[in-house]
């Protein structure tokens, strides 16, 4: 049989996806519809005050007011904002039809330790549809010893997104005791792992964090690749597949991921 | 772009507020149909029998009579009594109309320990319109390492709010084995946490305790601060952003809040 | 404002109670349809044999038979025959409507030890409708460390309790490792917090036990307080409020409670 | 009031029982319409395969094929054959109507320990009116530490089974932890208490074990009662009271049950 | 009575198997429509991203390439291929009608360790009814110490299963703490206790691996058996009875299973 060549990674396009009418719909006003609009997404995210606390927003306080955000997501031509269903509820009137919203279905604190993490939804598919968002998004603690609970709760969401035509964005995160055990969350090992499983369990765009050198506790054959930044991010984005892949950037109230060209 | 000035904080008010038109009626009735009339919200709150059982009346005595208690209510000019389902179906009969309540859907007993405390629901929004309540209460015990069953009984609730027109007053109470790791459920750090928890959450009201000044064992950069009491209560009033705040007061049986000029 | 005396405990009284019109029914025939006819409710309980296991009934063999305890309950007077639905439906073709019945939802062998113990319900609101029952009986083991599973499953019972018109009968049960620790299921302090729960909680009809002196492992205030069993009785069937107060008996197999004078 | 001698058990007869009319025409013919037809029932059970694996099936090879069972039920003339969802749907083609069948609905392996055995349902009371069944079998945990999960979904078979006219057999199997650490889960004790829960929880026919002589760790007043073989089936026939006893044979693939005479 | 030799194992066939119609229609094409088409059915299992993560296609980098898989499938005359439904939705659009489609119902990361191992389902009966599935997978974790969960799940599925005319083909894996104490896995007392819970609980097609030789830790009798390779998979294809066996090959890639004859 032919093979193609694995040299080039393909990215990932909205014209030749299979997603139904009603996601694509709602991806091209992601990708085609504001920011860039030229295939690229910047989503700037707002939940860091649910995970973090308001400490997260001490660095710089204005960012404590979600209306300065929405603001920010406007007028620094953000493709979207992301965040809860108390924010967008409280916040997004004057906004509205002007940035498209992601609604974070899920999420939870950050006080308790995160050996059995869960990430319980406190939103559904139709709070998304109502509110009139584009996409929503899921965090999914890959590994997490209780990932049954998270995975039974996932597959609600999944579905209900595919009954609504709703993209699902999954927040593709490596947490608990046993990723600890195999070199943290950060190793390409673990963002590896959790592209792949966004692309199994049916996600349309997974946001990942660009993996970080191996460590000695990670398992083989990754203990022993040594690939530099470049390889790490090749390979984790062709773990994903035709998922679209989200990178966190450096900065903390910015995203930014290079989509295919349009559509 | 422009940033608004952070020296202010401005208060949240009905009349600015995007809440739904049911939630606005039953709103206005708690801020200006009873007590102070005035935006201030006074609430009576009569839970203290299931959550510290009847040795809370005995430095008083009659406050036991939950009859005694809406008569208070009235006579006191309270704007709202908040009370569990078996008080209010027993004893409310001849102050319907008179004084608005809010019902409170979930408690626990004390006499178990709260390291993995969970506030069960022993009532339904339902049960909140078939009572005329004008609002639900909820106690979210933020930071337990439960919070994956709180939270995912506290969905449901809020869908019901949002879908029959009903506020939620979340009692946002930092509780169990982490947060008294982290300084215990009083510091700044767990009553600021808890305010930007019901905003994140969706909260109408929330209701917290001035924040006590912080100990060692609290995160940084709170354990830094080193704020006065005042400017501990800007801080928390400002992360639960535009939900309305309800402080429980230094007396056991009454609570006061300060809510924006009349709408 | 104007005090009412405590002085004097005022019972509840069924022409005074706030149920609705389908419990009122249902309680009237338990305080004047059968037994006394005077507004006492005597009632003989036959759980045991779930609870306890048969070797409850070795001191007394014929007990064993649910048929003697049927003939007891119509010979003897009884206000109403409590068990469950086993029982019921095995035993009850020849009383019906001769022996109202309260319909035990819930229960469980004592095989296991009690530190979390939980009461699961095998039998429903609507089986008692079905079964020509007068009210339900419910098993509430205040204080377990499992008490939100308890809850949950209580709440669903007294919404159809509601919904259905049926009497709800709570037994108030401390129990658990938590209540061991503080003194135990029989002292003022686990009977009056009891008694007080299901006041708080809608039970229409409380089972207590006739509180015990207290120990030193009670929790302050009742540690102190030292009344006498006369005293203790009153404190409860205050805490109960207008909840109709039913006790266990000193022998095993009959309960009194004295109500109100007749409506 | 008169007392009935209790010197005599006396056995439940189908004429005299309170079932329901579906109950009845599937219980007339599990006693009268196959078999012996004279009220006896001898049920040939094929579950071991996944209680003990195929292990069991070795000192009798041809025993692990339930066709082979399905003939010896009908050439031995069984009263019925019961067994799970799978072989009943592969294997009763040839047999349908000439051997009743009842339907088990949970199991479990015994790979794992049993010292919080659950059994889960496997099957539903609407598996077996779709496959012709006359009477669904029920595997009850009597005292195992979680026997609230158990209970809990007995409770949904056991409506089931009224609300479709379909006879409920329990297998009352003592087991966990709690009953090892009071004897085992064949004492007197432990099937005293099994035949009693079957009662009160609504069995119509309950499948005990026949009683071995107490030990010490039996509590009393068990342990002291030292009584023969027939007296301890006495009693614990009449602990069932009118729920139809089935024992378990001393042989591995029969159990027979002496009926009342025809109803 | 007559008793069948059991020297030969009888191979179930299509033909005389009691399915339904609509199991009919699908298992005739996975047998007959095409692959072999000769009753042979040869899978390629695709699932190892998500149970393994992405280095599992280490040793060879295009199978990463789910569309590589899909050509391997159609061009290496493979009977069908199994995946999950985030790998159907986004790869299989070029390959409908094509390439039979085995929808991997549940699934989970290797990253938690599997002492008590649950594989949660992503998707369900309908999602594979939706995509054009001929059969769903669903992986059983024998003897895992949370089997009541995996079992619970199961239920649903086999009843959609029945009602949807969709085939079930179960991927019984001993799995957990006790297995392992148990000897592993991989023995001929796991793989033939695994095959006999696929028929007893009713799936449709096993896939089961070949069983290694015994162990010491191996319960009896199975420890002492000694049996060569030909005869342990002999023995477990018996225990299977009437489900047809699908075992795992020596390669990583394909599954290889031989039927009956033609139907």
């Known amino acids: 049989m ?4 694995q040299a080039k990674i393909q990215r990932p396009s909205l014209a030749s996806s299979s997603v139904s009418h009603g996601k694509r719909v709602r991806l091209w006003r992601l990708f085609h519809g504001s920011g860039p609009r030229n295939g690229t997404l910047i989503v700037l995210p707002l939940d860091q005050g649910l995970e973090h606390g308001p400490a997260d927003f001490f660095p710089h306080p204005p ?7 929405f603001r920010l997501a406007l ?12 924010l967008a509820e409280k916040y997004m009137k004057d906004y509205c039809g002007r940035v498209p919203l992601i609604l974070k279905l899920n999420g939870k604190t950050n006080i308790a330790d995160d050996a059995e993490a869960v990430s319980p939804a406190y939103a559904s598919v139709e709070d998304a549809v109502r509110l009139g968002a584009d996409a929503v998004g899921y965090t999914m ?10 995975i039974g709760e996932y ?33 390409l090992y673990a963002q590896d792992y959790a592209a792949r499983v966004a692309e199994e369990m049916g996600a349309d765009i997974v946001k990942l964090h660009e993996p970080t ?18 390889a790490r991010v090749r390979r984790v984005v062709r773990s994903a597949g035709r998922v679209f892949v989200l990178f966190s950037g450096g900065e ?3 995203s930014t991921w290079t989509a295919a060209p349009p559509a």
């Open 2 to 5: 032919k093979r193609k060549s």
């Open 63 to 69: 960012a404590i007011d979600p209306d300065y955000q």
């Open 75 to 86: 007028e620094g031509n953000y493709s979207a904002i992301a965040l809860g269903v108390g």
């Open 141 to 150: 603690y890959v590994g997490t010893p209780r990932q049954d609970v998270e």
């Open 155 to 187: 597959r609600k969401v999944r579905q209900d997104c595919e009954r609504l035509g709703m993209p699902l964005v999954m927040w593709a995160y490596p947490r608990g005791r046993a990723i600890e055990a195999k070199g943290g969350k950060g190793t």
């Open 213 to 230: 050198p191996e460590t000695d506790r990670v398992p083989e054959p990754y203990r022993s690749l040594r690939e530099d930044a470049r």
């Open 252 to 254: 903390k109230d910015d």
